[in-house]
């Protein structure tokens, strides 16, 4: 098991810029895929993307495809979420979640999740 805390949401305006962490505790951090998901009010969960035990794969969902860019720190055990161009539909709380396996899209096969950080983004 691992622990996962997330940081750096806040509110920013459309076409800003942000960059969300994800801290991990726990030695094998380096063996879980990692993947970021957000829930914005109403709606479900939803993918936003994913990168592999290795960092060598990466996965994105199609609203944030060209604008995202997830990476890993092994030295630091933190997985970033860049997020440029962003959009007033970006607007959710977003999760980071982590696995000790493949890099999947699917939330239900995560079973560490960290509590999530709001982000807001204003027109």
């Known amino acids: 098991q691992v622990q996962l805390v997330e940081s750096g949401g806040g509110l920013v305006q459309a076409g800003g810029s942000l960059r969300l962490s994800c801290a991990a505790s726990?030695?094998?951090?380096?063996?879980?895929?990692v993947g970021w998901f957000r829930q914005a009010p109403g709606k479900e969960r939803e993918y936003v993307a994913v990168i592999s035990w290795n960092g060598g794969s990466t996965y994105y969902g199609d609203s944030v495809k060209g604008r995202f860019t997830i990476s890993r720190d092994y030295a630091s055990n933190t997985v970033y979420l860049q997020m440029n161009s962003l959009k007033p539909e970006d607007t959710a709380v977003y999760y980071c979640a982590a696995r000790n396996g493949g890099a999947s899209y699917y939330r239900e096969r995560y079973d560490n999740w960290g509590q999530g950080t709001q982000v807001t983004v204003s027109s």
């Open positions: 726990g030695r094998t951090f380096s063996s879980y895929a």
